[in-house]
């Protein structure tokens, strides 16, 4: 009776596995007993709509979204776990993940998000692990994770951060480990990690910290592990750190020149310490530091002379294992801290080398409760508003210990001089859509913290240097959207913390010489939907740590190949949507060591020569080709690192001159949407399907699975069986554009 009963729930699934398979949508694998459906590198636009209602795990890497609207898995609410690396994605809609109450495990790595709005995780009550990293996150709103109740991983490496207000992870009370590592962290509001009640581990190694934040940090009751080494932190300070659960600290790789002793009174658990390569020619006794285990040393100059017989004194009597040797002196070199004794360490000049003086405290501003009328002020946030209250002027009296100012769609016309008195705490002021004309010299003189400045949909035609005197901690500038027929030259002279300038969508003409004069941190350009005809040789020269150049949508009808020599580490690279019409010969060779996204899609390309990608290699990832006219390219067999390949909408002849080109992307594992526009036999069959190359010389030797005749009707005939309907084994499918 048992048997009889497993059988038939076994017919049943296997029925209802069917079932599912028959609406595998293109160009998906779907395994129906498992649940699983995968569309990898399928060049997908959107979310197929017919995806199995029960399906639980869903990999869409390497695909083309770009924004995720509401509600698009809405028809999938059984899903447990959602892949979205690679897939270009900009903008998570508010609303974009509703409907996937049961989702415990999402990855949105190595996309193009800028900014997460307070809705866009809505609907994600069950989230335990949340993968954001390699994005271009700037700047995180508080409340963005307000949502994520069950979450316990939350990684935002590498995107580029710079300022963690108050309150940002409200919301994240299960959360366990916070991965902030490879971000350009250089300010932390104090209340940054105040609602984080279960974290245990948090990585804010490679970033710009300057100073431990420990006011920020003193809020993680429960942290046990704490990350902060290639940080360019010079001193410890008394009592800079109070974690009262904290057991391992790493310090490693920063610029340590001296240590308080009691800098760990108040960690009490704290067992590892790791201070390796650093600036150290010593250590005091750690007073207060009574669990602790091991202190690693290894890599600083240490000098063992009486002056570190003290420390060596405590090591021994707190039984504190060590790791390090003498730098000097000479006779000591090498030596392991542990195997001195006393009388080794002797000094001849019994004056002690002054300590490096511990950085100054800024003064906190108390700042007091008090916002001018018609704005909120919020003292949880530290924020101030007066969004929209059709305000002619800026106002004043906001507390003196704001951190984030929304100014948006109000009419100012102009910012004049010594606008924000009182706010030397401001890290983040928005005045987008403000109707601004003129930004004055001055204007922001006393934001000495400020880190973002949003100037989006305004008037602005000029920018004198002297209007951004006193901000020199400013790394986000966005100046989308306003009249600028130039680029301000020389205007970020006083800039020298810029990473991030935005001036998309104005109408500048052409890029000269000079006019990036100060920039030399700029890692991020964007200049889509301008005029630009013209880039001076000259003139991205400044700019030499530059990563991004973002060209789309201007008027270049050549690659700008002379104005890219001097970007050794430029990496992507936007020419989409200009009027090039040819592509000539070591057009690419400037930055063909670092490049690894190249974009020359949308174009009207009608000829690609031969040498066009002389350089390019191994270390391209992605290349967009799509909706273009050339009915041939270049040899890619040097691509192998190529992830994403985009041959959609370009009319290829399909003679013997592309046999090439067909064997090669036989070889990919990639679905790069190849088709013939000629000969009229061919037209609109895929490459590889077509069997115009069968009469090519050669075509017999059979090259990368698809060179012989009989190769191709049989996989012709594995094509019809698929379509047919009929699963294989184990429940199966495969879809196939």
Request: proline residues 7%.
């Amino acid at each position: 009776m048992r048997l009889s009963r497993g059988l038939l729930l076994l017919a049943v699934a296997l029925a209802l596995g069917g079932t599912a398979a028959a609406r595998c949508p293109a160009p998906c694998v779907c395994d129906n007993l498992r649940a699983h459906v995968l569309c990898l590198k399928g060049n997908l636009t959107a979310v197929p709509g017919t995806i199995p209602q029960l399906t639980k795990k869903l990999d869409l890497r390497g695909n083309s979204f770009t924004v995720v609207p509401v509600g698009t898995f809405l028809a999938t609410p059984y899903l447990t776990h959602l892949d979205l690396q690679r897939c270009k994605v900009e903008k998570l809609e508010e609303g974009a993940f509703r409907g996937l109450g049961r989702l415990v495990y999402l990855n949105l790595a190595s996309n193009g998000i800028a900014l997460l709005y307070q809705e866009s995780l809505d609907g994600l009550s069950s989230l335990q692990q949340l993968i954001l990293e390699g994005n271009r996150i700037e700047e995180i709103q508080p409340g963005a994770f307000g949502h994520l109740g069950s979450l316990t991983v939350l990684d935002l490496r590498a995107n580029a951060l710079v300022y963690l207000p108050d309150m940002v992870f409200q919301g994240l009370q299960a959360l366990r480990w916070l991965r902030l590592s490879h971000n350009t962290l250089h300010v932390l509001g104090s209340e940054a990690f105040a609602t984080l009640p279960a974290l245990r581990r948090l990585s804010l190694d490679h970033n710009e910290l300057q100073a431990l934040p420990g006011e920020a940090l003193a809020r993680l009751d429960a942290a046990t592990r704490l990350d902060l080494g290639h940080n360019p932190i010079t001193y410890v300070a008394e009592e800079a750190l109070a974690m009262t659960s904290l057991k391992h600290l790493f310090l490693d790789h920063a610029a340590l020149q001296d240590v308080a002793p009691d800098a760990f009174t108040r960690s009490p658990q704290l067992r590892t310490l790791d201070l390796r390569e650093n600036q150290l020619r010593g250590l005091p006794p750690l007073a207060g530091a009574g669990g602790l285990a091991k202190v690693s040393l290894a890599g600083n100059p240490l000098l063992c002379s009486c002056l570190l017989r003290p420390f060596r004194d405590w090591l021994a009597r707190a039984r504190v294992q060590v790791e390090g040797s003498c730098a000097a002196p000479p006779a000591l070199r090498g030596r392991p801290l542990d195997s001195l004794r006393p009388p080794e360490m002797r000094c001849g000049h019994p004056q002690p080398p002054p300590s490096p003086a511990a950085p100054s405290e800024r003064p906190r501003t108390a700042g007091g409760r008090h916002c001018p009328r018609g704005c909120a002020c919020s003292p949880d946030f530290r924020h101030g508003s007066c969004e929209n209250r059709d305000l002619r002027e800026i106002p004043r009296g906001f507390p003196g210990d704001t951190r984030l100012l929304d100014l948006r769609r109000n009419a100012f016309g102009t910012v004049p001089p010594g606008a924000f008195p009182g706010l030397k705490e401001l890290a983040s002021l928005h005045l987008q859509s403000c109707g601004i004309r003129a930004l004055r010299p001055g204007a922001l003189r006393g934001l000495e913290s400020l880190v973002y400045l949003y100037l989006a949909d305004n008037l602005l035609s000029t920018l004198a240097a002297a209007a951004f005197e006193g901000v020199p901690r400013l790394a986000y500038l966005d100046l989308d959207r306003n009249a600028f027929a130039r680029l301000p030259a020389g205007a970020f002279v006083l800039l020298p913390n810029l990473i991030s300038l935005h001036l998309q969508h104005n109408a500048i003409g052409e890029l000269l010489e000079g006019d990036l004069a100060g920039a030399g941190g700029l890692r991020w350009l964007y200049l889509a939907g301008n005029a630009i005809g013209h880039v001076a040789p000259a003139a991205l020269a400044p700019a030499a740590m530059l990563e991004k150049l973002h060209l789309e949508g201007n008027r270049l009808v050549e690659v700008p190949t002379a104005a890219l020599r001097g970007l050794p580490a430029l990496s992507e690279l936007k020419l989409s949507r200009n009027p090039i019409k040819r592509v000539g010969d070591g057009a690419f060779l400037p930055v063909a060591s670092s490049l690894q996204h190249l974009y020359l899609d949308n174009m009207g390309l009608e000829r690609i020569s031969p040498g066009a990608f002389a350089g390019l290699g191994p270390k391209i990832r992605s290349l967009y080709l799509e909706s273009n006219k050339m009915s041939n390219i270049p040899d890619m067999s040097n691509f192998t690192g190529l992830e994403i390949l985009n041959l959609r909408d370009v009319p290829f002849r399909c003679d013997c001159q592309l046999l090439p080109l067909r064997r090669w992307i036989e070889k990919l594992n990639l679905r790069v949407g190849a088709t013939c526009g000629s000969p009229a036999e061919a037209r609109g069959l895929k490459v590889k399907l077509s069997t115009t190359f069968q009469t090519c010389p050669g075509w017999g030797r059979g090259k990368a699975g698809g060179g012989s005749p009989d190769k191709t009707k049989a996989a012709s005939k594995r094509s019809k069986t698929k379509r047919s309907g009929k699963s294989p084994a184990r429940g199966f499918k495969k879809s196939r554009a």
